[in-house]
């Protein structure tokens, strides 16, 4: 069983910074490959994506603020985000996969306000 927690979100003042962290358990073969977030009414969008390889990509409204890294050993990814707006406003949620199946984690509330 793949269990994906995170933690790290809150209320910040637009132009602050919180930095989300995902931990993975469960299996030795698990592979955490993104950020993604989801604000009412809205679809879930990726924000950031990390490759096996450490490639990363984002989405354009996030590019030059939010950073992601992966520390493999401690099947832990992070997301950086500086510079926030009230638009970062949503659930954030990390993704990980494992064996060709997906998981999600339980989402943590990122709340800026203006």
């Known amino acids: 069983q793949v269990q994906l927690v995170e933690s790290g979100g809150g209320l910040v003042q637009a132009g602050g910074s919180l930095r989300l962290s995902c931990v993975a358990s469960?299996?030795?073969?698990?592979?955490?490959v993104g950020w993604y977030r989801q604000a009412p009414g809205n679809q879930r969008e990726l924000v950031a994506g990390?490759?096996?390889?450490?490639?990363?990509n984002y989405a354009d409204s996030v590019k030059g603020r939010f950073t992601i890294s992966r520390d493999n050993t401690k099947k832990t990814a992070y997301l950086q985000m500086n510079s926030l707006k009230p638009e970062d406003t949503a659930v954030y949620y990390c993704?990980?996969?494992?064996?060709?199946?997906?998981?999600w984690g339980q989402g943590t509330q990122v709340t800026v306000s203006s």
């Open positions: 469960g299996r030795n073969s698990i592979n955490i």
């Open positions: 990390i490759s096996s390889g450490g490639t990363t």
């Open positions: 993704k990980a996969t494992s064996w060709g199946n997906n998981y």
